[in-house]
């Protein structure tokens, strides 16, 4: 099983990204995604998670900017960041719940397997 995700870079304040995460060697429509990230120095937290039924959830620094959906066809999850601030500045992992059926977790012990990150640089 891996997950791979991209999509990262060096934008400006103000601008957005698309990061994607694909999973490989088995299906995950039935298992909850999740996006964390962690900058330089702190340690790694939350950013959002989408469930099978497409329930999500959001840490307080990524409602009304970040969007997380799915697209089972392609087995892959998408985080859409807008408005993005310096402090956005992290690598950013996604992540999968190794059981089927869970709800939209933000706790990063939920997940089994994760992904190897993508870099995301704010620039002010």
């Known amino acids: 099983v891996q997950l791979q995700a991209s999509g990262g870079g060096l934008v400006q304040a103000g601008d957005s990204l698309r990061l994607s995460c694909a999973a490989s060697?088995?299906?995950?429509?039935?298992?909850?995604i999740g996006w964390f990230r962690q900058a330089p120095g702190k340690e790694r937290e939350f950013v959002a998670a989408?469930?099978?039924?497409?329930?999500?959830t959001y840490a307080d620094s990524a409602k009304g900017r970040f969007t997380i959906s799915r697209e089972n066809a392609k087995n892959t999850v998408y985080l859409e960041m807008d408005s993005l601030k310096p402090e956005d500045t992290a690598v950013y992992y996604c992540?999968?719940?190794?059981?089927?059926?869970?709800?939209?977790?933000?706790?990063?012990?939920?997940?089994?397997?994760w992904g190897q990150g993508t870099q995301v640089t704010v620039s002010s």
């Open positions: 992540a999968a719940d190794g059981r089927a059926w869970g709800a939209a977790w933000s706790s990063s012990s939920r997940f089994d397997y």
């Open positions: 060697g088995r299906t995950f429509s039935r298992n909850t």
């Open positions: 989408i469930s099978w039924s497409s329930e999500t």
